[in-house]
């Protein structure tokens, strides 16, 4: 898990082999919202498992998403090897807030089991406040992100 900056943005390169959370028993003619983003990125700050090289590529899926150079993400990776290029798929990832600081509602995280993400953010700080598309303030569990440079949500 490592905070990562894209400094020319994470534009889209196609669509998905596979539509992200589809079983073997979907239908090949059922309507996908998805799209594979690729960009170049830079560790801002490794926090646990593998890490990956300065620029090395990272591939994710999303839907109608823009993201210009200076994106920052919180990112879960696992190697690819797409007939011959090479990188880094972003199994989880997690933009930061206004401030910088990447943070996941508490319900939330009391749902997801134990594992590197949720020890991660376990251990983070916690905080009441009405984040990026939320109604009302909520208790959120925080990861320390970096503050200089990019501006944090680039939906």
Do not use: N
């Amino acid at each position: 898990m490592m905070i990562v900056e894209f400094p020319r943005g994470v534009p889209v390169i196609g669509l998905p082999a596979r539509c992200p959370g589809s079983t073997e028993e979907d239908s090949a003619q059922d309507i996908c919202f998805a799209e594979l983003y690729e960009g170049r990125a830079i560790v801002v700050r490794h926090l646990s498992g593998p890490r990956i090289r300065r620029h090395e590529r990272v591939r994710l899926t999303a839907h109608a998403r823009r993201w210009p150079g200076g994106t920052r993400m919180l990112v879960v990776t696992r190697p690819f090897d797409d007939r011959g290029t090479t990188g880094h798929f972003a199994s989880w990832w997690h933009l930061p807030e206004a401030d910088g600081d990447f943070c996941v509602a508490a319900g939330d995280l009391a749902l997801w089991g134990d594992g590197p993400v949720t020890r991660q953010f376990a251990s983070g700080s916690r905080r009441r406040f009405r984040a990026h598309g939320y109604l009302e303030r909520a208790d959120f569990r925080c990861i320390r992100g970096e503050r200089a440079g990019a501006p944090s949500r680039a939906d």
